[in-house]
């Protein structure tokens, strides 16, 4: 079970003015149960690229395949394919329209068919997964708060009981709590339920606490594709294209410039406390 | 999917046609589609054919560019093409199938109307692929400025066409991200009956007249942020200046009138 993308090219308006490469010769392979971070700056062709993978937007040119199924075969069930490959889009309170919260939720799972008390059993789930108690269901979801609005979106999704789950800047313009609250939800979600998520961002930061591979875009094509600390040890590189690595990083580039013996690998605060605890460890032993 | 529209749409590029005023563009589209329908008989269409094509070739806007805005008028194109081609009485009768007969004059009333509708298009989307909203409005406001005095609020009025035109594109990439997320919660926009589909569109139009309405609200909060109180006393950053070319233009267009006019009253 995975998704395999095999030279994907997306042209916008071909053959205009407006002609623009959103994507140039994309080769993926996106594992079951991975957990990826997909970074890049503005207009990098990261949320095109996501639009891809449940065919929402069809390629120019190049291959998809899910689970080993060409998606663009004639007669592949797209809408088979989008309840399995779960998208939240960019703000995504703003596709609320119900009366209220709960038959929001519902409207994805109705959608593949189910009956209107399975479908309510399992919004129940997706809001108190998205951390969202019963007193909300009844309520209008144009009355909550921005970050509220938004998990009731990410639960319409959930909802959905998604395979893979693609989230498109999932924090952004939401305060520094309510990013870790939500980040948190889908680090727990990918934990409890093996789900594959896809994060896409553009910080480094938020993306190295929790995720286990980093695919970096840069306009239209993969720059670069590892494992975080891989793909930090280019963090020269990743400034000339807009990005930044996360501020460890940079603090143990320069540590160990300065001559101090800790890793510089290290991506998060907590890996970088331990390696310089035992950088000092091991000093005081020699002396 | 929602791209294809181009009526009203600017292409940017390197023109004459695009430098020109756009007071000169307004009054030329006019004189333009007034033209047309002082034509009688096809010396007058072969005139302004050679008119448009000249038009459109100094424009530098791609010709299947300017096509594409045909599609969306093809249905009126069609109904019209019919109804002329059947309906219209004549002397002779060319064809007939049962009570429906085409007649000569049917065929050449239908044929001459349908070129005037596509030239009439061609027309009026050439000026505003080469002219940008803004240009358009500015023009718009200083050549209908005389109403001011009969208190007719042109400021206003311009003012709100080019909020609407600006908005145009806005609300099409809007659209087609609230279809894209909706779909991707199972929507089905293509299938089902006529009653279905309307059903179907609830989960796209109710988002849409939110975000609409929040984005007004938004627009006229920085408006007034800014101290906008209406074309009182109001100047321009770039007025319109008419330059040698424009005369020019002008000219042109006199001349294209009066071809226009000799060959209806001589021919």
């Given at each position: 079970?995975?998704?395999?993308?095999?030279?994907?090219?997306?042209?916008?308006?071909?053959d205009?003015?407006?002609?623009?490469?959103?994507?140039?010769?994309?080769?993926?392979?996106?594992?079951?149960?991975?957990?990826?971070?997909?970074?890049?700056?503005?207009?990098?062709?990261?949320s095109?690229?996501v639009?891809?993978?449940?065919?929402?937007?069809?390629?120019?040119?190049?291959?998809?395949?899910?689970?080993?199924?060409?998606?663009?075969?004639?007669?592949?069930?797209?809408?088979?394919?989008?309840?399995?490959?779960?998208?939240v889009?960019?703000?995504?309170?703003?596709?609320?329209?119900?009366?209220?919260?709960?038959?929001?939720?519902?409207?994805?799972?109705?959608?593949?068919?189910?009956?209107?008390?399975?479908?309510?059993?399992?919004?129940?789930?997706?809001?108190?997964?998205v951390?969202?108690?019963?007193?909300?269901?009844?309520?209008?979801?144009?009355?909550?708060?921005?970050?509220?609005?938004?998990?009731?979106?990410?639960?319409?999704?959930?909802?959905?009981?998604?395979?893979?789950?693609?989230?498109?800047?999932?924090?952004?313009?939401?305060?520094?709590?309510?990013?870790?609250?939500?980040?948190?939800?889908i680090?727990?979600?990918?934990?409890?339920?093996?789900?594959?998520?896809?994060?896409?961002?553009?910080?480094?930061?938020?993306?190295?606490?929790?995720?286990?591979?980093?695919?970096?875009?840069?306009?239209?094509?993969?720059?670069?594709?590892?494992?975080?600390?891989?793909?930090?040890?280019?963090?020269?590189?990743?400034?000339?294209?807009?990005l930044?690595?996360?501020?460890?990083?940079?603090?143990?580039?320069?540590?160990?410039?300065r001559?101090?013996?800790?890793?510089e690998d290290?991506?998060?605060?907590?890996?970088?406390?331990?390696?310089?605890?035992?950088?000092?460890?091991?000093?005081?032993?020699?002396? | 999917?929602?791209?294809?529209?181009?009526?009203?749409?600017?292409?940017?590029?390197?023109?004459?046609?695009?430098?020109?005023?756009?007071?000169?563009?307004l009054?030329?589209?006019?004189?333009?589609?007034?033209?047309?329908?002082?034509?009688?008989?096809?010396?007058?269409?072969?005139?302004?054919?050679?008119f448009?094509?000249?038009?459109?070739?100094?424009?530098k806007?791609?010709?299947?560019?300017?096509?594409?805005?045909?599609?969306?008028?093809f249905?009126?194109?069609?109904?019209?093409?019919?109804?002329?081609?059947?309906?219209?009485?004549?002397?002779?009768?060319?064809?007939?199938?049962?009570?429906?007969?085409?007649?000569?004059?049917?065929?050449?009333?239908?044929?001459?109307m349908?070129?005037?509708?596509?030239?009439?298009?061609?027309?009026?989307?050439?000026?505003?692929?080469?002219?940008?909203?803004?240009?358009?409005?500015?023009?718009?406001?200083?050549?209908?400025?005389?109403?001011?005095?009969?208190?007719?609020?042109?400021?206003?009025?311009?003012?709100?066409?080019?909020?609407?035109?600006?908005?145009i594109?806005?609300?099409?990439?809007?659209?087609?991200?609230?279809?894209?997320?909706?779909?991707?919660?199972g929507?089905?926009?293509?299938?089902?009956?006529?009653?279905?589909?309307?059903?179907?569109?609830?989960?796209?139009?109710?988002?849409?007249?939110?975000?609409?309405?929040?984005?007004?609200?938004?627009?006229?909060?920085?408006?007034?942020?800014?101290?906008?109180?209406?074309?009182?006393?109001?100047?321009?950053?770039?007025?319109?200046?008419?330059?040698?070319?424009?005369?020019?233009?002008?000219?042109?267009?006199v001349l294209?009138?009066?071809?226009?006019i000799?060959?209806r009253?001589?021919?």
């Amino acid at each position: 079970m995975s998704i395999v993308l095999e030279h994907v090219t997306y042209t916008y308006s071909p053959d205009t003015a407006y002609e623009i490469h959103a994507l140039k010769d994309v080769n993926l392979e996106i594992k079951d149960g991975q957990f990826i971070g997909l970074i890049g700056h503005t207009g990098s062709g990261k949320s095109t690229l996501v639009q891809h993978l449940n065919g929402l937007v069809k390629a120019t040119s190049g291959h998809i395949y899910f689970n080993g199924e060409d998606i663009y075969a004639p007669g592949y069930d797209m809408r088979k394919l989008r309840s399995k490959v779960g998208l939240v889009f960019q703000y995504p309170e703003h596709q609320l329209f119900e009366v209220d919260v709960l038959s929001d939720v519902c409207f994805g799972p109705k959608n593949q068919g189910l009956s209107q008390e399975e479908a309510q059993k399992r919004a129940r789930e997706a809001l108190r997964m998205v951390g969202l108690s019963e007193e909300y269901e009844k309520q209008s979801p144009f009355e909550l708060s921005g970050g509220q609005k938004r998990r009731v979106a990410i639960a319409g999704v959930l909802a959905m009981e998604p395979e893979v789950l693609i989230l498109d800047e999932p924090t952004a313009g939401l305060d520094p709590r309510g990013r870790d609250e939500i980040l948190d939800e889908i680090s727990y979600l990918h934990k409890e339920r093996g789900i594959t998520v896809i994060l896409v961002s553009h910080s480094m930061e938020d993306v190295a606490k929790y995720v286990e591979r980093i695919i970096v875009m840069n306009q239209g094509e993969v720059l670069h594709d590892g494992a975080p600390r891989e793909v930090f040890r280019h963090y020269k590189e990743l400034e000339s294209v807009g990005l930044a690595a996360p501020q460890v990083t940079y603090i143990m580039h320069t540590l160990k410039e300065r001559g101090f013996d800790a890793d510089e690998d290290a991506t998060t605060i907590e890996e970088a406390k331990e390696t310089i605890l035992e950088a000092f460890r091991k000093k005081g032993k020699k002396i | 999917m929602i791209r294809d529209i181009t009526l009203g749409q600017y292409y940017p590029a390197e023109s004459i046609l695009h430098r020109l005023d756009p007071r000169v563009k307004l009054t030329g589209t006019v004189a333009f589609l007034v033209g047309l329908f002082l034509i009688k008989g096809w010396p007058g269409y072969v005139a302004a054919t050679i008119f448009l094509f000249i038009m459109i070739r100094i424009s530098k806007v791609p010709f299947r560019f300017i096509v594409r805005g045909l599609k969306t008028i093809f249905i009126i194109l069609l109904i019209t093409l019919v109804f002329n081609l059947f309906l219209t009485p004549g002397d002779r009768i060319l064809v007939q199938i049962w009570k429906l007969r085409i007649t000569d004059k049917g065929l050449y009333t239908a044929v001459f109307m349908a070129v005037r509708l596509i030239y009439l298009i061609i027309g009026s989307s050439l000026m505003t692929l080469t002219t940008t909203p803004n240009d358009l409005t500015d023009g718009l406001e200083t050549l209908l400025s005389p109403l001011k005095k009969i208190h007719v609020p042109v400021h206003e009025i311009s003012m709100m066409m080019s909020i609407a035109l600006r908005f145009i594109p806005i609300l099409l990439e809007e659209t087609d991200k609230i279809m894209k997320a909706q779909m991707a919660r199972g929507a089905d926009f293509e299938h089902g009956n006529l009653i279905q589909r309307a059903k179907n569109l609830v989960p796209l139009l109710v988002p849409l007249f939110i975000s609409a309405f929040r984005r007004a609200n938004d627009l006229a909060m920085a408006m007034e942020a800014r101290c906008y109180r209406g074309g009182e006393g109001r100047t321009k950053m770039k007025p319109l200046i008419y330059a040698r070319r424009d005369y020019f233009a002008y000219g042109i267009l006199v001349l294209f009138l009066a071809v226009i006019i000799a060959l209806r009253i001589l021919l």
